[in-house]
Protein backbone atom coordinates (compact mmCIF):
# COMPACT_ATOMS: atom_id res chain seq x y z
CA UNK A 1 0.00 0.00 0.00
CA UNK A 2 1.07 3.42 -1.19
CA UNK A 3 0.81 6.58 1.16
CA UNK A 4 0.40 10.29 0.23
CA UNK A 5 0.99 12.86 3.08
CA UNK A 6 1.04 16.62 2.26
CA UNK A 7 2.33 19.62 4.25
CA UNK A 8 3.12 23.05 3.79
CA UNK A 9 -0.48 24.60 3.64
CA UNK A 10 -1.91 27.98 5.96
CA UNK A 11 -3.08 31.38 5.07
CA UNK A 12 -0.77 33.78 3.53
CA UNK A 13 -1.07 37.12 2.51
CA UNK A 14 -1.87 38.34 -1.12
CA UNK A 15 1.92 38.27 -2.76
CA UNK A 16 2.85 35.88 -0.16
CA UNK A 17 4.95 32.99 -1.05
CA UNK A 18 4.15 29.11 0.07
CA UNK A 19 5.74 25.44 -0.27
CA UNK A 20 3.41 22.49 -0.23
CA UNK A 21 5.67 19.18 0.07
CA UNK A 22 4.39 15.79 -0.69
CA UNK A 23 5.85 12.11 0.44
CA UNK A 24 5.23 9.21 -0.61
CA UNK A 25 5.61 6.25 1.46
CA UNK A 26 5.00 2.30 1.07
CA UNK A 27 5.67 -0.18 -1.36
CA UNK A 28 7.55 1.84 -3.83
CA UNK A 29 9.43 0.64 -6.31
CA UNK A 30 9.75 3.13 -8.66
CA UNK A 31 6.60 6.33 -9.17
CA UNK A 32 6.17 7.80 -12.75
CA UNK A 33 4.44 11.63 -13.21
CA UNK A 34 3.74 13.19 -9.94
CA UNK A 35 1.04 16.35 -9.36
CA UNK A 36 -0.51 18.99 -7.81
CA UNK A 37 -4.35 19.50 -7.93
CA UNK A 38 -6.47 22.26 -6.52
CA UNK A 39 -10.22 22.26 -5.63
CA UNK A 40 -12.10 25.46 -4.32
CA UNK A 41 -15.19 25.47 -3.06
CA UNK A 42 -18.17 25.02 -5.14
CA UNK A 43 -15.78 24.22 -7.63
CA UNK A 44 -14.46 21.17 -9.67
CA UNK A 45 -11.35 19.32 -9.07
CA UNK A 46 -8.42 21.51 -11.50
CA UNK A 47 -5.04 20.80 -12.53
CA UNK A 48 -2.37 23.37 -11.28
CA UNK A 49 1.23 21.41 -12.04
CA UNK A 50 2.53 18.17 -13.18
CA UNK A 51 6.27 16.39 -13.52
CA UNK A 52 7.43 13.52 -15.29
CA UNK A 53 9.76 11.25 -13.82
CA UNK A 54 12.32 12.75 -16.11
CA UNK A 55 11.42 16.19 -15.02
CA UNK A 56 9.07 17.79 -17.72
CA UNK A 57 6.64 19.99 -16.30
CA UNK A 58 2.88 20.86 -17.50
CA UNK A 59 1.53 23.47 -15.89
CA UNK A 60 -2.14 25.38 -15.67
CA UNK A 61 -2.50 29.03 -17.42
CA UNK A 62 -3.48 30.53 -13.92
CA UNK A 63 -0.39 29.85 -12.18
CA UNK A 64 2.48 29.80 -14.78
CA UNK A 65 5.64 32.07 -13.88
CA UNK A 66 4.31 31.90 -10.16
CA UNK A 67 4.14 28.06 -9.18
CA UNK A 68 7.29 25.87 -9.78
CA UNK A 69 6.76 21.59 -9.42
CA UNK A 70 10.01 20.00 -8.63
CA UNK A 71 10.67 16.28 -7.05
CA UNK A 72 13.01 14.16 -5.23
CA UNK A 73 13.08 10.83 -6.75
CA UNK A 74 15.46 9.77 -4.22
CA UNK A 75 13.37 10.96 -1.10
CA UNK A 76 9.83 10.18 -3.14
CA UNK A 77 8.84 13.82 -2.60
CA UNK A 78 7.43 16.22 -5.13
CA UNK A 79 6.72 20.06 -3.92
CA UNK A 80 4.81 23.03 -5.13
CA UNK A 81 6.85 26.35 -4.58
CA UNK A 82 3.76 29.13 -4.77
CA UNK A 83 4.60 33.05 -5.36
CA UNK A 84 2.80 35.75 -5.62
CA UNK A 85 -0.60 34.23 -4.42
CA UNK A 86 -3.88 35.73 -5.17
CA UNK A 87 -7.01 35.46 -3.47
CA UNK A 88 -7.95 33.27 -6.15
CA UNK A 89 -5.40 30.56 -5.53
CA UNK A 90 -7.29 29.51 -2.47
CA UNK A 91 -8.11 26.31 -2.43
CA UNK A 92 -7.68 22.45 -1.12
CA UNK A 93 -4.13 21.17 -2.81
CA UNK A 94 -3.79 17.53 -3.26
CA UNK A 95 -0.89 15.80 -4.19
CA UNK A 96 -1.43 12.96 -6.86
CA UNK A 97 1.24 10.58 -7.77
CA UNK A 98 1.50 7.14 -10.53
CA UNK A 99 2.94 4.41 -9.86
CA UNK A 100 3.44 1.06 -12.29
CA UNK A 101 2.46 -2.03 -11.40
CA UNK A 102 2.12 -5.46 -12.89
CA UNK A 103 -1.48 -4.31 -13.59
CA UNK A 104 -0.50 -1.22 -15.06
CA UNK A 105 -0.63 2.68 -13.38
CA UNK A 106 -1.86 3.49 -10.73
CA UNK A 107 -2.89 6.76 -9.39
CA UNK A 108 -3.17 7.87 -5.58
CA UNK A 109 -4.13 11.02 -3.91
CA UNK A 110 -2.93 12.34 -0.53
CA UNK A 111 -5.67 13.69 1.92
CA UNK A 112 -5.03 17.50 1.20
CA UNK A 113 -4.22 20.79 2.38
CA UNK A 114 -5.29 24.08 2.85
CA UNK A 115 -4.39 27.06 1.20
CA UNK A 116 -5.89 30.62 1.96
CA UNK A 117 -5.03 33.83 0.64
CA UNK A 118 -6.61 36.40 2.25
CA UNK A 119 -5.56 39.75 3.75
Known amino acids: QVQLVESGGGLVQPGGSLRLSCAAS????????MGWYRQAPGKQRELVAT???????NYADSVKGRFTISRDNAKNTVYLQMSNLEPEDTAVYYC?????????????WGQGTQVTVSS
Open 51 to 57: ITSGGTR
Open 26 to 33: GNIRSIND
Open 96 to 108: NAHFPTVLGDYSY
